[in-house]
């Protein structure tokens, strides 16, 4: 079993064929994902998603939408965050690559997520691009020991995953990076954190992993991730499923299975 523990199953790039997309993750022995919103409409999309096909929802605000979120985020939230299958906040983080919004909007929302998931009791999905200092600046005097999270897409060095893992106890989100030709900093990062940090994710419909790279991706191809994995350590699959999975349940406070809801019901 797998876990695909950041994907946007919502999202309209799969309004076409979602229910055999669910079916092809689940036959490929994905037994679970996170769909992750990025918006108020979209973690509420997300929220839909997961209650129709047995899933689990991420609800939070991006931060290249940090600019237009609600002035009370956890007022706007709260009607979601009471579901049972919202099992994190986020994602939220800071992006300073597009700038798509101001960087003092990124921080005033990162520290509003922050303040949610510690009353909520939830953990937290990060977004970080190209604002390491400034990122771990905002988690040096908003994050406690008891919090949870986990750096979706990583893609640093090993510094980046020695801070994460060691400073705050972060779990490492592993994509479809991990396979790309040009990633050899990113391998050695997973091989200093050890399986034993590390979650599997494939952020679809974006990042395909190679052989699929080019193509959207979708959450059946967390596997060819998991087989990367799997060289790095020098380990079988079987091994990279049971350890990722126990993570992600960890992580994420899952039960072990939940009942199946059947596409289109």
Known sequence: MLV???THIHDPAFDEDRDAVVERAR????????????TLEDSARALA???????RASVGIHPHEAKDAP???????????????VVAVGE???????????RASQAEVLRAHLSIAQKWR?????????????????LRTHWTADMRGVVHCFTGDVNQARVYVEEFGLYLGIGGVVT???????????????????????????LAPVPYRGRRNEPAFTTATADRVAGIFGVSREVVDEVTTHNARELFALSPKKARVQPGK
């Open 71 to 85: 002035p009370d985020l956890e007022a706007a939230f709260a009607p979601l965050l009471g579901q049972p299958q």
């Open 180 to 206: 790309f030709k040009t990633a050899e900093a990113l391998r050695d990062a997973v091989a200093w954190a050890g399986l034993e940090h590390l979650v599997l994710e494939t952020d679809a419909p974006y």
């Open 49 to 55: 998603s997961a209650q129709r096909y047995g899933l």
């Open 92 to 102: 939220t983080g800071l992006d300073y690559y597009y700038d798509h919004s101001p």
């Open 122 to 138: 939830k953990p937290v999905i990060f977004h970080h691009r190209d604002a390491f200092d400034d990122f771990c600046a905002v």
């Open 27 to 38: 036959a490929a022995g994905v037994t679970d994902a996170v769909t992750v919103g990025c």
């Open 4 to 6: 695909d523990t950041h």
